[in-house]
């Protein structure tokens, strides 16, 4: 039977393009939260498309990070410009900078073999 932290937060995996995560000193952590609030903010479902509405300790949380750890890894990505944080609402999303390196080189990686 599954435990209600594992029906609540069932993250199989994340790959993690280290060439990019070195090219902008980010840790595997800091890569967790971005890839995570990349692809929950890109839900089609979602009341506010683009965005990541959600909690800044649920990110830690998904990862078993601590309240402080998944802070710390928020501001770290929106100092690189790889996150940003809407100033009104505090919703998060990953910037172009994060499309252009670490998704869309991947497929186009990808593609070429």
Same mark, same amino acid.
């Given at each position: 039977m599954m435990k209600e932290y594992d029906q609540k937060y069932e993250l199989l995996y994340t790959t993690i393009i280290h060439r990019y995560r070195i090219k902008y000193s980010i840790s595997n952590n800091d890569y967790c939260i971005a890839n995570a609030i990349y692809h929950l903010s890109n839900n089609? %479902? *979602?009341? +506010?498309?683009?965005?990541?509405?959600?909690?800044?300790?649920?990110?830690g949380e998904m990862f078993s990070f601590s309240r402080a750890t998944a802070y710390n890894c928020v501001q770290k990505l929106i100092d690189k410009g790889l996150v940003e944080k809407d100033s %009104? *609402?505090? +919703?998060?999303?990953?910037?172009?900078?994060?499309?252009?390196?670490?998704?869309?080189n991947t497929i186009i990686?990808?593609?070429?073999n």
């Amino acid at each position: 039977m599954m435990k209600e932290y594992d029906q609540k937060y069932e993250l199989l995996y994340t790959t993690i393009i280290h060439r990019y995560r070195i090219k902008y000193s980010i840790s595997n952590n800091d890569y967790c939260i971005a890839n995570a609030i990349y692809h929950l903010s890109n839900n089609p %479902e *979602s009341k +506010f498309k683009g965005w990541y509405y959600g909690k800044i300790e649920t990110l830690g949380e998904m990862f078993s990070f601590s309240r402080a750890t998944a802070y710390n890894c928020v501001q770290k990505l929106i100092d690189k410009g790889l996150v940003e944080k809407d100033s %009104e *609402s505090g +919703f998060l999303k990953t910037t172009t900078l994060w499309w252009s390196d670490f998704v869309n080189n991947t497929i186009i990686r990808e593609s070429k073999n």
